[in-house]
């Protein structure tokens, strides 16, 4: 067997050559939401400095069975204005169990990764290559980098194979969100292009990427960026990957949480949950199902028949990111007529004002949802008495 080493001029795929290069300890900006209370299992990284995943982990109540008559979500009129953002606060290194738990994680899942680009290697430009690329990759210019330096790693003659075999995985950092969770994982991984020529020869090819994983759930990872040891930084960097825009444009996903809220005539199953739903993790939870409960109650009394909200505008008011990918706290301010009829009778129209807090859970950058996670009362006090809890929301469940 002959054996060549070669290392990819540029930035290649999975081959940013990096030698005895490593890449210095990130420092995100990201400030804690004041809001979120969790006492994580961490230690302090030195000298932050300034810094951003996303499987659908939204926890929304069961479902209404299908067939029973259901309001429709009400449509959303978005007023842009400007809102503050809280300054984000360092990332920390992760420690314990959390950090075991979530290597162990992304070592199960690198093979698949290889598998991947083994795929994507046949032809890098083709529908479905882009399509596995994007699953494995967010896109962004280091993907774009993976994309062309896979090109010449394709057989070059009828009857060669090549594969790639994991060598090794090292860990360089592992950040946590204030509240604990694993934001993403700095690695150095290293593998071999096996190619088998048609007569049996074999050669292979050592290579080595220093890429930035961040956790998608249930298992599964995407690279986020690689860095550049040449230039001494991540290829995507560190600036923030989301944007007033894109809040304004997501803003239509809470629209199921109204939607809830409302009642058509002839319904036959409650909007609250069941003592022990899966989806009634926090102390907000538990409030909410209490008033959804209420309005269950004066359902079944007849007390109204229907129940809708018109003219629903929503402003944000707030954004409290915890990392540079964009996901973190956003308050808004709804203002809307809540209508409710009972049978026969005429229509009685409320104004309303409500403010209330959600996660906005991303973990590419890319792909987001929102859930619910507080909402002010009356007395201006929050329901989640100022403990959102976000370890216990921002987590796998399935």
């Given amino acids: 067997m002959m054996t060549a080493t070669r290392r990819w001029t540029g930035l290649a795929l999975a081959a940013i050559a990096l030698a005895a290069c490593t890449a210095p300890a990130a420092t995100p900006s990201v400030t804690p939401p004041a809001t979120a209370s969790s006492a994580p299992t961490t230690a302090a990284t030195p000298a932050p400095t300034a810094e951003a995943t996303a499987t659908t982990l939204v926890r929304t109540p069961e479902p209404i069975p299908t067939g029973s008559p259901i309001a429709s979500a009400p449509p959303i009129r978005v007023v842009a204005q400007a809102f503050s953002v809280a300054t984000a606060a360092p990332l920390i290194e992760v420690v314990g169990p959390y950090r075991t738990a979530a290597e162990a994680d992304l070592r199960r899942w690198v093979p698949t990764l290889l598998e991947g680009l083994d795929k994507i290697r046949v032809d890098p430009y083709e529908a479905s290559s882009r399509a596995l690329l994007d699953s494995l990759y967010a896109p962004g210019p280091y993907a774009e980098v993976v994309r062309q330096s896979l090109s010449p790693l394709r057989p070059t003659s009828q009857g060669e194979q090549r594969r790639f075999e994991l060598g090794e995985l090292t860990i360089q950092h592992m950040y946590a969100k204030p509240w604990g ?150 308050t808004i301010v709804a203002n809307a007529r809540i209508v409710t009829a009972a049978a026969g009778g005429a229509e009685r129209s409320t104004p309303v004002t409500r403010t209330l807090r959600f996660y906005r859970i991303t973990r590419d950058g890319i792909n987001a949802n929102w859930q619910v996670v507080d909402e002010q009362a009356s007395n201006g006090a929050w329901l989640s008495g100022d403990n959102l809890e976000l370890a216990e929301i921002d987590q796998d469940r399935g």
């Fill in 181 to 330: 969770r694993v934001a993403y994982i700095d690695a150095t991984l290293s593998y071999t292009d096996r190619v088998t020529a048609a007569d049996g020869k074999t050669t292979t090819v050592q290579l080595a990427q220093q890429a930035r994983f961040v956790n998608q759930g249930h298992g599964m990872y995407k690279v986020i960026d690689g860095y550049d040891p040449t230039l001494g930084r991540w290829v995507d960097g560190e600036l923030p990957r989301w944007s007033a825009l894109a809040l304004e444009a997501e803003v239509q996903q809470m629209s199921w949480f109204f939607q809830r809220e409302s009642y058509v005539p002839g319904e036959q199953y409650p909007h609250a949950g069941a003592p022990g739903s899966y989806w009634l993790i926090t102390k907000f939870d538990a409030a909410w199902n209490d008033s959804l409960a209420k309005l269950d109650a004066s359902y079944a009394k007849k007390e109204f028949t229907t129940r809708r909200f018109e003219n629903l505008t929503v402003s944000i008011s707030r954004f409290e990111p915890a990392t540079f990918l964009g996901d973190g706290i956003v």
